[in-house]
C-alpha cells in the first residue's frame, strides 16, 4: 500500500498548479477530509470516477459509431469532417484523465476497457460490410490490388469523360466515340462499380447528368436485352446499392420499363428482340422472325425489382410469363436451343444447343430467379438441375493430353458436337458455385473448380495472357495440343465471364489460387490493352507484338469485368450473396422472400 499512499501524498500538490490562491483553504480542508478515509473507503472512490469517466467515453462511442452507420455512403464524408474536430477534442481530455488514473490503478482501467472493445471482432476485415437488413456500406479499396483496379477504373473513366462524355462507348486511341444507343451506356452501366469502390466525386458527376441529361423518349431503336440488363439493371442496383436516397435513378428506370413493356406484347407473349423506345411497339430483328432463347428469358430478374420498387406488379408479370412459357416448352434433357418463335413461341429446333452466345445466360437465370425471389417457384429449381444434368451427360467432354473439362455444342437430338467454348461459356463455373452455395447439390462444385481451371488456362497458354472469344479443343486421341485458336477468333473483347466465376469460386471457397489467377489476368490486361486514354479490345492475343487493337472500350468493362476484380481482391465479403443477387451484367439487386 505504500505506492498508493505516495500517490495520494502527491495530488495536492499536482492540482495546486490549477487551483486559485483563494481557495487554497478550502482545498487544505477537502484533502484534511480525503486523509481521514479508509483506505477501502479512498479505493471505492477510485472505481467510481474510474468507472465514471470510462462510461462517458463508451457513450461518445457509441453515440458516433451510431451516426456512421445510419448516414449513407455518400454522404459520410461530410458528417465525418464536421464531427471530427469537436469530437477529438473532447477525446483528447479524456485520454489525459485516463492515463492519469491508470497511474494509480492500472489494472482496473485495463478491465474496463476490454469491456467497451467488446463486440469489435478480432479482426476488422471479419466483419461483414452489411446490416441485418442486408444494407451495403463500401468503404473503398484496402489492399494494393483492390487500389490496383480501382486506378484502372479511374484511368478507364477519365478517358471517357475527356473524349466521350454522354456518349455509350469510348474509342481510346482515337479518342473518338461510339453510340450504340445513345444513352450514355457507359454512364448507367458503370455506375453501381462507383458505388462499390466508394468513388464518391465520379457517382455524383454521373448522377447529375443522369438527372440532367438522360432522356428515352426518342425515336430510337434499341434491343430489348441489352437495354434491359444494362440500362434498366444498372439504374436499379445503383439505386439500390445507395440505400435508395436518389429518387431520381428509380425515376428514370420506371420510365425506361414503360417503354420496355411494349416489347412483350406479342401473340405469345415470348417479346420481340427489338423495340422502339419512342413509340413502344417492339419488333422482330430485320434478319431473322426469332427472338434469341437467352434474350427472353433473361429480363424476369430487373423486372421484377422494378415491380418490387414500384409496388406495380404489372413488370414482374409480362416477364415471368416468358419463364413460364418456356418452362412448358419441349426440352431436349433440359437443353434448349438458341432462338424461339415470337408468333408462336416454339423453339427452332434446328437452331444450336449451346452455353454460348445466345444461349447462355437462359439458364443463369434459371437459379438466379429462384434465388431472387426467395426460392419459392420450384419449376425453376428443377429446370436448373435437369439443364445442369444435361450439360454434363451432353455437352461435356475432356481434352486428349491434360484432361481439361470443357464444354462443346451439339444439335437437337445430340447432333454434330462441335468441340468449341466461347468465352462467354465461362460463366458457368461462377454459376455452378453460387448453386451450391444455395443448396445444390456438391457435384456441382467439382463441375465448376474443374471448368473454371479449363477457363484459366485458355488465357494462361498466350503469351498476353488473355483469352481469345472461341476456344477450340482437342478429345480425341492422338492430338499434340488441348486446345487451339482459329486467327478469326483470337479477339478479346474485356470480357469479365473468367473473372465472375474466379470470384464466385473464390467467395466459396476462400482459396487464393483464385485470387492469384484473376491478379495474371488484370496484368495481362494491364499490359496489353491499356492505352493513354482507356483500354482497348485487342484482335491478337496469340501475340504480345501484335495485339491488333480494335479502338473501342466496352461498357462491361466498367460494369463487370473492373468490378469483379474488385471483388475478387477484397479482404472480405463485400456483399453477401444470400441477400443479392448479380444481374447478367454484374449488377447487384435484392433477394425477396416470396
Not at 483492390?146 to 486506378?151: C, E, G, M, T
Not at 416477364?319 to 437443353?335: C, D, I, N, R
Request: aromatic letters at 12%; one cysteine or more; proline letters at 4%.
Amino acid at each position: 500500500m505504500k505506492s498508493l499512499h505516495s500517490s495520494i501524498v502527491h495530488i495536492p500538490n499536482e492540482e495546486s498548479y490549477l487551483i486559485p490562491s483563494s481557495s487554497k483553504s478550502t482545498f487544505k480542508a477537502v484533502c484534511r477530509a480525503w486523509n481521514r478515509l479508509s483506505r477501502l473507503q479512498r479505493s471505492l472512490v477510485y472505481i467510481f470516477i474510474i468507472v465514471l469517466l470510462l462510461f462517458q467515453v463508451y457513450l461518445l462511442n457509441d453515440v458516433v459509431g451510431d451516426g456512421r452507420e445510419e448516414v449513407s455512403l455518400f454522404e459520410r464524408q461530410t458528417y465525418e469532417n464536421s464531427f471530427s474536430r469537436e469530437s477529438q477534442q473532447y477525446r483528447n481530455k479524456v485520454e489525459i484523465v485516463k492515463e492519469y488514473i491508470q497511474n494509480i490503478q492500472d489494472t482496473t482501467v485495463k478491465d474496463e476497457e476490454t469491456k467497451t472493445t467488446q463486440g469489435t471482432g478480432d479482426n476488422g476485415d471479419n466483419i461483414s460490410p452489411q446490416t441485418s437488413k442486408g444494407v451495403l456500406n463500401f468503404s473503398g479499396p484496402t489492399n494494393s490490388r483492390q487500389r490496383s483496379v480501382v486506378d484502372a477504373f479511374k484511368h478507364a473513366w477519365n478517358g471517357y469523360r475527356t473524349y466521350a462524355w454522354g456518349h455509350d462507348h469510348l474509342k481510346p486511341i482515337s479518342k473518338k466515340t461510339m453510340n450504340w444507343f445513345g444513352l450514355g451506356l457507359s454512364i448507367i452501366d458503370g455506375l453501381d462499380t462507383m458505388v462499390v469502390m466508394n468513388l464518391v466525386d465520379e457517382f455524383e458527376e454521373a448522377k447529375k447528368w443522369i438527372d440532367t441529361h438522360l432522356d428515352f423518349n426518342i425515336s430510337k431503336d434499341v434491343n430489348l436485352f441489352e437495354t434491359t440488363i444494362r440500362l434498366l439493371g444498372g439504374l436499379l442496383s445503383a439505386f439500390h446499392l445507395t440505400h435508395k436516397k436518389h429518387d431520381v435513378l428509380l425515376e428514370k428506370a420506371t420510365d425506361l420499363g414503360n417503354r420496355l413493356l411494349g416489347g412483350f406484347k406479342t401473340p405469345s407473349g415470348i417479346p420481340y428482340s427489338d423495340i422502339n423506345l419512342k413509340t413502344a411497339k417492339g419488333h422482330v430483328p430485320r434478319w431473322s422472325p426469332d427472338s434469341s432463347t437467352s434474350e427472353v428469358t433473361t429480363l424476369q430478374l430487373e423486372f421484377r425489382d422494378l415491380s418490387r420498387c414500384t409496388s406495380n406488379p404489372e413488370y414482374e408479370d409480362m416477364a415471368f410469363q416468358v419463364s413460364k412459357k418456356v418452362h412448358e416448352s419441349t426440352k431436349w434433357h433440359g437443353l434448349v436451343p438458341i432462338f424461339i418463335n415470337v408468333e408462336t413461341g416454339d423453339f427452332q429446333k434446328s437452331s444450336t444447343i449451346t452455353l454460348g452466345a445466345r444461349g447462355d445466360s437462359y439458364y443463369e437465370y434459371l437459379l438466379k430467379q429462384w434465388v431472387q425471389t426467395g426460392k419459392t417457384h420450384e419449376f425453376l429449381k428443377e429446370d436448373y438441375i435437369e439443364a445442369i444434368e444435361g450439360i454434363k451427360n451432353w455437352l461435356t467432354k475432356r481434352t486428349a493430353i491434360n484432361n481439361y473439362l470443357f464444354v462443346g455444342e451439339v444439335q437437337w437430338g445430340g447432333h454434330n458436337f462441335k468441340p468449341k467454348m466461347d468465352e462467354l461459356v465461362c460463366f458457368l463455373p461462377g454459376t455452378l458455385a453460387l448453386g451450391v452455395h444455395h443448396g445444390m447439390p456438391e457435384s456441382h462444385m467439382e463441375m465448376a473448380k474443374e471448368l473454371i481451371e479449363t477457363c484459366y488456362q485458355t488465357f494462361a497458354t498466350n503469351p498476353t495472357h488473355l483469352a481469345p472469344e472461341i476456344t477450340y479443343f482437342n478429345f480425341k486421341s492422338g492430338s499434340k495440343k488441348d486446345f487451339y485458336i482459329k486467327s478469326n477468333d483470337a479477339h478479346y473483347l474485356l470480357r469479365p465471364e473468367t473473372v465472375e466465376s474466379l470470384w464466385y469460386m473464390f467467395y466459396m471457397t476462400k482459396d487464393p489460387i483464385y485470387q492469384d489467377w484473376g491478379w495474371n489476368i488484370f496484368q495481362g490486361i494491364e499490359k496489353y490493352t491499356k492505352y493513354a486514354n482507356g483500354y482497348s479490345n485487342i484482335g491478337n492475343v496469340r501475340s504480345a507484338l501484335d495485339t491488333k487493337p480494335r479502338d473501342l472500350m466496352e461498357t462491361y468493362f466498367l460494369a463487370e469485368t473492373l468490378k469483379y476484380f474488385y471483388l475478387l481482391f477484397s479482404d472480405k465479403n463485400e456483399i453477401d450473396l444470400q441477400k443479392w443477387v448479380f444481374n447478367t451484367e454484374g449488377h447487384p439487386l435484392p433477394v425477396y422472400e416470396s
